[in-house]
Every structure is written in C-alpha cells, then in structure tokens.
C-alpha cells in the first residue's frame, strides 16, 4: 500500500467515524447552552399552564414525533416532572403563584446559571 492510499484510507475512517457519532447524536445534546435552556423554559413553562389548569402530571400531553431517542424522551419527560415538583412546592409554600412569564424567565436564568429551581 502506499502512503496516498493509507491517507485516503485513514481520512474516510475518520470521516465515517464522525458521521457515526453525528447519527447517534441527537437533539438535546446538539444544542448550546443557550438553546438549551430556551428549550427547557418552552418545556416547563407548558407544564405550568397545565398546573395551572389543575391538570395532574399524567394529562400534560407530549406531541411526539415518532424519532426521538431514548435521551430526548427521558431529558422532556424529567422537564416537565421537575417543573410539576417546583410548582407543587411553590404553590404549598405561597399565597400566589408566578405569572407563566415570570416562571419561564427564572427557568431560563436558573438553567443560564447551570442550577436547577
């Protein structure tokens, strides 16, 4: 073999490499931070007018379109659980509840900052 075709060789291995992980990849872990936590705010601040509405957990509907992974199924699913936990403690401990505006904004600040509410 010569060096041009190892080269060749070695380039389309790496090449095929990376169209594999870029397969396996999926939505959530492809975003920036910031997208992300956009993404996060949209998610539980749709869980809030759910909760809102006096809709438990298992009502809130998720549309899904049929090619989600294992990874994006779970990452919305604990979305939407950990703003129904949030909301449920913030409603037992206060007089009144957030506006959806001012939930999504601390969502997103908190998510910016790497905490969770």
Not at 86 to 96: I, P, V
């Amino acid at each position: 073999m010569t060096k041009s075709f190892l080269r060749i060789k070695t380039a389309a291995a790496i090449a095929l490499l990376g169209l594999a992980q870029a397969v396996h990849a999926d939505r959530i872990s492809r975003m920036d931070k910031a997208e992300l936590c956009v993404y996060v705010a949209k998610l539980e601040v749709a869980a809030y007018y759910y909760f809102e509405q006096g809709r438990p957990r298992s009502e809130v509907v998720i549309h899904w379109h049929g090619d989600e992974t294992e990874n994006e199924t779970t990452f919305i699913n604990k979305t939407v659980d950990d703003a129904y936990a949030w909301l449920t403690s913030w409603k037992e401990s206060s007089n009144s509840m957030l506006s959806a505006q001012s939930f999504g904004d601390m969502v997103y600040q908190a998510c910016m900052q790497g905490k969770s509410l």
